[in-house]
């Protein structure tokens, strides 16, 4: 849970690098909470909740996703590939399955490496 708790803390962060771990945690807490919001709409028969949540987390994805990108060594302008039909999502889905780069490169240190703070 931590994991999705601190994509949220970092709100508006786009710069710095974010491990594999950190992305598909909070992908993953997400699409659960989604599910969850959805049910919960369905059976008030509206949508609102889910429309709040989506807006409410729409810039922390962005931000994590950036991030990742930056953790591969790809710019954050890569995240627009995703608007390219059908070929774009899987090319973005391969981008953020990507291991880390091991080295430090132009978006900061390895954080898998990072000592803990």
Do not use: C
């Amino acid at each position: 849970m931590h994991w999705y708790v601190d994509v949220l803390k970092k709100y508006a962060v786009f710069s710095g690098r974010a491990r594999r771990q950190e992305y598909w945690m909070f992908f993953l807490f997400n699409l659960i909470i989604s599910i969850v919001l959805a049910i919960v709409d369905a059976a008030l028969d509206t949508s609102i909740l889910g429309i709040v949540y989506f807006l409410a987390v729409l810039i922390p994805a962005l931000a994590v996703t950036v991030r990742r990108l930056h953790d591969t060594s790809r710019s954050g302008w890569w995240i627009f590939i995703s608007l390219v039909p059908l070929v774009g999502g899987i090319i973005l889905l391969v981008f953020t399955v990507s291991d880390s780069k091991p080295e430090t490169n132009e978006y900061g240190p390895n954080p898998k490496y990072a000592p803990a703070a």
